[in-house]
């Protein structure tokens, strides 16, 4: 059973405040990485993909791969009360098939 | 361009009966996805479309739950007879191929009682 494993919070971080995120996968030959953001009673909206070892950057929001270690992880930075949600961590495999892990709730305090 | 259309958007039916739902993905894209998720757990996957061919449902309970895309464009999923523990929301999903980004729908949320 091909798993994706991430720490399900509630995690709780000041404004301003670095959040990080993290989440590990058990298939070994995944190419293709994301995060999916879920606000209660909404659908998941993509906020970043990464598909090579290292950091990629994108305004606030910066994802890392380490796929020797099977693990990726997303850095919020400057923390905002708007980035309080639940983020999902997405891994595509060879077969097609997109999986989620449960999610990580964050919330970030005024 | 529109974005991926659900309905209804909330379900509350008796254990044992039935229900359907309907998706109608963004307009071109070839692959539809139907995802579960229960409250406080990620979506799962129940059933993949290429066109109007299954790609993959290898965790669809088939013994309750089917799903069409007969023309290649909208889908049904339906359950019949449902359980308590199919409580969750159904979300629906596109892409233009079998590769990310998936675009979601709205979801139903299905009440079970």
């Known amino acids: 059973q091909k798993e994706v494993e991430q720490n399900s919070g509630p995690l709780s971080v000041p404004e301003g405040a670095i959040a990080s995120l993290n989440c590990t996968y058990s298939?070994?030959?995944?190419?293709?990485f994301f995060w999916y953001r879920q606000y209660s009673g909404k659908s998941p909206e993509l906020i970043m993909s990464?598909?090579?070892?290292g950091d990629k950057e994108d305004g606030r929001f910066t994802a890392q791969l380490n796929k020797a270690s099977q693990y990726v992880s997303l850095l919020i930075r400057d923390s905002q009360p708007s980035d309080s949600a639940t983020y999902l961590c997405?891994?595509?495999?060879?077969?097609?098939?997109?999986?989620f892990g449960a999610g990580t709730r964050l919330t970030v305090k005024p | 361009e529109a974005g991926v259309a659900q309905s209804p958007r909330y379900k509350i039916i008796e254990k044992r009966q039935s229900v359907a739902f309907w998706c109608n993905p963004i307009?071109?894209?070839?692959?539809l996805y139907w995802y579960q998720q229960i409250l406080g757990q990620g979506p799962k996957l129940l059933i993949q479309?290429?066109?109007?061919?299954?790609?993959?449902d290898s965790q669809l309970p088939k013994d309750r739950f089917s799903a069409e895309r007969l023309k290649g464009v909208d889908s049904t999923l339906k359950i019949q007879p449902a359980k308590l523990e199919d409580s969750a929301v159904y979300l629906c999903?596109?892409?233009?191929?079998?590769?990310?980004?998936?675009?979601f729908g709205n979801g139903t949320r299905l009440t079970v009682t």
């Open positions: 990464i598909y090579s070892n």
């Open positions: 479309f290429q066109n109007n061919g299954v790609v993959d």
């Open positions: 307009s071109g894209h070839a692959t």
């Open positions: 999903a596109s892409s233009p191929s079998p590769s990310p980004p998936l675009h």
């Open positions: 298939d070994r030959v995944s190419q293709s």
């Open positions: 997405a891994v595509f495999d060879n077969n097609n098939d997109m999986r």
